[in-house]
RNA sequence: GGCGGGUUGCCCGAGCGGCCAAUGGGAGGGGACUGUAAAUCCCCCGGCUCUGCCUUCGAAGGUUCAAAUCCUUCACCCGCCA
């Protein structure tokens, strides 16, 4: 079992670095608690985190039982890790709103409810906030050789640039304290993390070892990259977020539909659950017929529903796929628009009140920023009305231009689209 | 502490009194081609009540008919010396 496990893992390409490999196997051969932590630095996480908890739920499919973490404290502190900047503190307040926003999320990757190796959810607030500051200075702090500490990439980096505060500099102890503290309650003998993360774990084995004796164990994942080399996850509105207020189930879905041939190994390999031989026969496809998009649509299908839903999942691909047929729009049976339409921002008219003019009404749904911008994309002949190119600039709507009587549908571009609704 | 250099639009980076909303590159956007892909080619890329007007060149003052460009003060960064 642990075996098939890493070697998965290693497959995928989910395996930057890890402690030694043959007692990582060895401790893998009986089931582990294993944890992995967020720092609410948001109000919610994006692919880059989901890619990290995808590997904790494939621990939890091999047998074991994944902890969450999810930084309370830390997230208070700021992590120096791939930072070039100190950061700006957060209130109190905010932070534990992130949590539980956070938690919410994590509850749909990990299982719960599993007999046998139900996930645990834990917020290192709890053991965090009573620790005095002698406590933590007598305690912990004299196992930390600032030697060491200082010779960590994510500190070393920021000496040598804008400094680091004592703040920061402190992160990599509370995480090793959390290490402790899982190793402590929960027998927790594997801490898993992005590839940045690998210094922080490190703390933490030492703590264990100098505190208890005990020996535990560190993996870390590689940051994910895009064939082309740039950022993977970001769009240019920004990045793939898992909460739907940020970024809609609908946007979610076209991500990985949209997503670059080249990609869909890695990506299959990376998020998606199916075993190997499904996503090696679903590489293949893109390969053998890519007008297809059989692997990006089974992709797409696939993580929506996990971080959305199963009924979300489908009817955002209804949506999608009625917007985008080559038929009539104005054919769409009433049904079939409306719920299309709903997964699209909206913007509201009034009936009876005059209709704004084509270009103020691209500017008012979103789908450009600003009516300077909504002139240009309309002179250059990307703005069109319910799948029509309009090119004139003072054209405004009617009428007769809507789509049973209450929809306008808006797009800018190939497939940026906004639905206006008159309402009485 | 002393001397010198820097801070420009999303990012990098020119400009160094009027011709500057500001050269160039990247990112981004539109079009063509396609498959709601990539590559490629063409075009665009501060805002608005758009033949004009308004706000931008670290911050605040000042000189001038006119400043991103000159002067003063402040903040931050980077070198060299102590």
């Known amino acids: 079992m642990s075996k098939a496990l890493l070697e998965d893992l290693e497959w995928r390409g989910l395996i930057a ?38 590997v904790l739920r494939r621990f939890q499919l091999a047998g074991h039982r994944p902890i969450a973490l999810v930084g309370g404290a830390t997230g208070l502190v700021g992590d120096p890790s791939g930072k070039n900047d100190e950061r700006t503190l957060n209130e109190e ?26 996930a645990k959810l834990v917020n290192n607030l709890d053991w965090t906030k009573s620790v005095s500051a002698l406590e933590l200075l007598r305690d912990i702090g004299k196992h930390f050789s600032v030697n060491q500490m200082l010779a960590k990439d994510s500190v070393a980096t920021r000496l040598s640039s804008t400094g680091i505060s004592y703040t920061e500099f402190s992160y990599q102890v509370l995480q090793a304290y959390d290490y402790l503290e899982l190793y402590r309650r929960d027998q927790c003998k594997l801490q898993i993390g992005g590839s940045d993360q690998w210094g922080n774990i490190v703390a933490g084995l030492d703590l264990i070892r100098k505190v208890e004796g005990g020996s535990a164990h560190a993996l870390t994942v590689p940051l994910l990259a895009k064939s082309d080399g740039s950022k993977f996850g970001k769009t240019a509105s920004g990045a793939i977020w898992l909460d739907e207020n940020m970024t809609s189930a609908y946007e979610f879905f076209q991500f990985w539909l949209n997503s670059d041939d080249a990609d869909l190994p890695k990506l299959l390999k990376v998020f998606s659950m199916k075993d190997r031989a499904e996503i ?68 509201t008219i009034k ?19 600003s009516k300077s911008a909504a ?35 808006l797009r800018k571009g190939k497939r940026d689209l906004a639905a206006v609704e008159v309402i009485s």
């Not at 932070?95 to 509850?107: N, Y």
């Not at 990757?109 to 007999?115: M, V």
């Open 93 to 118: 307040k905010l932070v534990a709103d992130w949590v539980s926003k956070i938690r919410k999320q994590v509850e749909k990757i990990l299982d719960f409810k599993d007999k046998g190796v139900s």
């Open 375 to 409: 002139r240009r994309i309309v002179k250059e002949g990307g703005g069109y009305l319910n799948n029509k190119k309009v090119e004139s600039e003072d054209f405004t709507p009617s009428k007769n231009d809507l789509l049973h009587g209450k929809y306008l549908l």
């Open 17 to 54: 670095q890890s402690t030694d490999r043959k007692e990582l196997e060895t401790a893998l051969a009986k089931p582990i608690s294993l944890y992995l932590g967020v720092d609410p630095t948001a109000p919610s996480m994006h692919l880059g985190n989901l890619v990290v908890f995808l």
């Open 351 to 369: 009936k009876g009140d005059p209709y704004p003019s084509w270009v103020d009404l691209l500017a008012a749904t979103g789908v450009v920023d």
């Open 280 to 347: 090696e026969r679903l590489i293949e496809t893109v390969k053998v017929n890519p007008g297809a998009r059989e692997a990006h649509r089974e992709l797409a299908r696939e993580m929506t529903a996990l971080i959305h839903g199963q009924q979300v999942a489908k009817s955002v691909e209804e949506a999608a796929k009625a917007l985008f047929g080559q038929g009539e729009i104005g054919d769409l049976d009433l049904k079939t628009l409306d719920s299309a339409l709903s997964q699209l921002p909206k913007t």
